[in-house]
């Protein structure tokens, strides 16, 4: 769908360029100027490119071109088999409050309605903006990197029947490496150690420089299984105010590093789950000075950076990091595989511990695996891939946002994030959200309630939306639903 | 190799009950008195069946089944591509000693000869008996796994594109539960989580019934990563006398959960590591009865019960549980394939607490690989496998001891493992096998000194020998060398 409309464009897109430069510039203006004043309603329909072509005696490349460019400034939006959108301006969310160090959480409540999330998460039947894995096989390679799998099983069969050990393949491990480079970090693959995914690598980053009874720092709101896995590791937490915007409030972090002794900073710098933002540059680059200077390791999740919207992307924090304090993680779960679970971290001063934590915890990745990945990075197919998945997703978040103007009650605010597939809503202040959910769920919608991602009783209103799904008119149903649910408890 | 012997005996075994049933029967008592008088030498060579039938004119299946008689009464031995060889009468290691409480245990010393054993791991060149795990292809059914696997990718790509959660594959749990059935454990899938092989099944429980501080019972010696998996997690450990022959002293258990307030009991009661025993039934009884009336939980390691030489199995210590305090796991790394690592864990009332803490810390196993395994064991080629492994280490075990009995210096005693691929060696009092263990592997061989074993000194003149590789002369030069190197130590 998305990824064949995508190359179409492109190429009728490069010829327009030489036909008709002048023509297309002219359209696009003024189908701007309309937009702007209003002329065209946000939400409402474009002509198709045929019918405009045809009313203004322009070619078909012409009206392509000038869409495209529309498109490009955020102004329009092409839903796949519906046409072109004026795109809805939802506001952003506001000012994060001010965290309150009040920790009564209804943890069993919570983790109650997390069982019941994800015990529906196999069921066809629902409408799932819960899990943040993409459903589908629109969004996977599947079909290359079975056939990659197939030929290492026939060619190399001998790594079925070889005990693998951390750190794991070194061709993916060169691989990853030579990534990295494009994020701004400059490892070797001795510097990378394969794991079980993010969450293997979260937790061997924890376990390695906490003991039982330590404080780390969290952002708030952030990924909410973070809470029980540090409540099993007997670590307890400190939330810092993360603006939706802007991220971790570094004032209030240095205030803190000053006061407190901290184990560890915990952070999603680069398209932060479930906020969306990405940090500044200069604020990465303060965050890693500061962790040089106190001496604080930095738990990085970099998940979702490979599917930044932006190009060049935003470089991770781990490139600014001068005294290996950083420790960034990543996995290929979300883009390539969410089966073959192989992730890796980048661990920095905390090395020897790690390696020696993966071998006592679960030895090391599977050698097939990763070798699998490894030879679709190399083949070249995975940059084509990321561009077609990032163009997707960021269609499929324009046309979700676009659904919330229309559906949800007055004043609600959703991000606009800087990469990967995840909205955070703000409702208006009476709507309770784990209500909200709650009856969704009874309808088999499945949302997340933002109670769940911080300890401290905030984004009671809040909500997270995941838009990793095929497109389809039970889920346009499904949000349009939510919206109605929204609005009756609004009243 | 032996697989192929073994074939290749059975078919003629059953031709020869008919013909020559009591030719045979006279030649293999002929020659059975002859080696109980000591008229032909332990480790001396069998004329060959074709040289034997000629010299006594008898048939060469009446020869073969005299040899297949004897040993089956365990008084020869054929060894691959050798013949036939009068067994060596090795003694067993003597009863244990005391445990000491004493904890000064040369850590760093230890942990160092660890990391260079396991940074020797892939070298060709190195003479390894220090791995546990099998080396080569003859020893997993990679090419039909290999197979199998290729065709899930074919015909089920999707498994790929989907998120595998806790418990994982139900197909593979369902195999799981019925396999255990002949280990006399009942359980459904239900029962059962998958995990990333053994040592995460080990984690995991360990995880589950302990918190930072407490303090479990191991059996001494045992499983040497044991040690530093537990430091790792901040917990304690006392080591309670374990007899080479009948495993944990449960006198001893039972006086110290009668004093001490114990977190969990951690055992290996079928085919031992290092130490090669089974508990018997008995014990077996006895010690699930006071997991259950002292409310302790016990978690049983089962990782090498497939490969028991008696038939049919000796039963599992979960077996005897009644009360759901049993936790049993095992993988199949060690028969199938190392690299995909896939085991489980049965844990009795510990489920959910075991369930979420697998999701928190590494979500779940691959469903492509668990399902390769499921096939495996669905289409019957599994037991087949099992039952060639069994002869093969059994004969490879054989040979192994009459190898040290020829080459080792006098004193020296060999366990007689009940199955598996590991020997417990004790030599001379006076040799220190740290010391052995590190000339050897300056010449490139490696096996691993009896002090890792333990955190209380014991053990110093104790090793462990693994017999998991492709026999050659390699091989059998090396264990020459090494009790070469023993001799120079104990002089």
């Known amino acids: 769908m998305g990824t064949d409309l995508y190359c179409h464009h492109h ?49 078909i490349n012409t009206v392509t071109a000038a869409y495209r460019l529309l ?75 079975s056939r990659l799998t197939a030929g290492i099983l026939r060619k190399q069969s001998d790594l079925v029947a070889k005990y693998a050990l951390p750190p794991g393949s070194l061709t993916l491990r060169q691989q990853i490496a030579q990534r990295l480079i494009q994020l701004g970090v400059s490892v070797s693959a001795d510097d990378l150690i394969l794991t079980h995914g993010v969450l293997d690598a979260l937790n061997l980053a924890i ?55 901290i184990a560890a900073i915990i952070t999603i710098p680069t398209v932060h789950n479930p906020l969306g933002f990405t940090m500044s540059r200069e604020n990465k680059a303060r965050l890693a000075k500061m962790a040089n200077q106190y001496q604080v390791p930095v738990i990085e999740d970099a998940q979702h950076a490979d599917l930044q919207f932006v190009n060049p992307p935003e470089p991770l924090l781990k490139a600014y990091d001068e005294g290996g304090w950083v420790m960034t993680s990543a996995s290929y779960t979300k883009t390539l595989a969410p089966d073959f679970r192989i992730g890796w971290i980048a661990p920095g001063r905390f090395h020897e511990s790690i390696r020696k934590l993966k071998f006592l915890t679960s030895v090391a990745e599977s050698s097939l695996l990763s070798e699998a990945i490894a030879q679709f990075l190399e083949n070249g197919g995975y940059e084509r891939h990321l561009r077609n998945l990032r163009r997707l997703y960021s269609m499929q978040i324009n046309h979700i946002r676009s659904l919330i103007a229309q559906y949800f ?83």
């Open 71 to 145: 498109e490009d400034k955020g102004l329009i939006e092409a839903r796949p088999k519906s046409g072109y959108f004026v795109r809805t301006q939802l506001p952003e969310p506001t000012q994060p409050l001010k965290p309150s160090r009040a920790d009564e959480r209804q943890a069993d409540t919570l983790n109650a309605f997390i069982e019941a999330i994800l015990s529906h998460q196999d069921q066809p039947d629902y409408v799932d903006f819960g899990l943040a894995c993409p459903k589908g096989k629109a969004f996977y390679p599947t079909e290359r990197l």
């Open 409 to 491: 009650p007055a004043g609600t605010r959703a991000s606009q994030p800087t990469g990967g597939f995840i909205l955070w809503l703000e409702l208006p202040d009476n709507i309770n959200s784990l209500e909200l959910a709650r009856r969704a769920l009874a309808e088999h919608i499945v949302c997340i309630p933002g109670l769940l991602y911080s300890t401290s009783q905030r984004y009671q209103n809040c909500l997270r939306l995941t838009c990793c799904f095929e497109m389809s008119e039970k889920y346009i149903q499904g949000l349009k639903r939510l919206g109605e649910i929204a609005c009756e408890l609004a009243n």
């Open 207 to 261: 376990r390695a420089v906490t003991k039982p009874g330590a404080t780390v720092i969290v952002e708030t709101p952030t990924y909410f299984n973070l809470y029980p896995l540090l409540e099993a590791l007997g670590v307890n937490w400190l939330e810092i105010t993360t603006h939706p915007l802007t991220g971790m409030d570094l004032d209030e972090l240095e205030a803190t590093l000053q006061q407190t002794p």
């Open 11 to 59: 190429s009728l897109f490069a010829d327009a360029m030489t036909e008709t430069a002048l023509l297309y510039l002219q359209l696009a203006d003024k189908i701007a100027t309309a937009i702007q004043q209003g002329i065209i309603a946000p939400g409402s329909k474009l002509l198709s490119v045929r019918d405009c072509a045809r009313q203004r005696k322009l070619s």
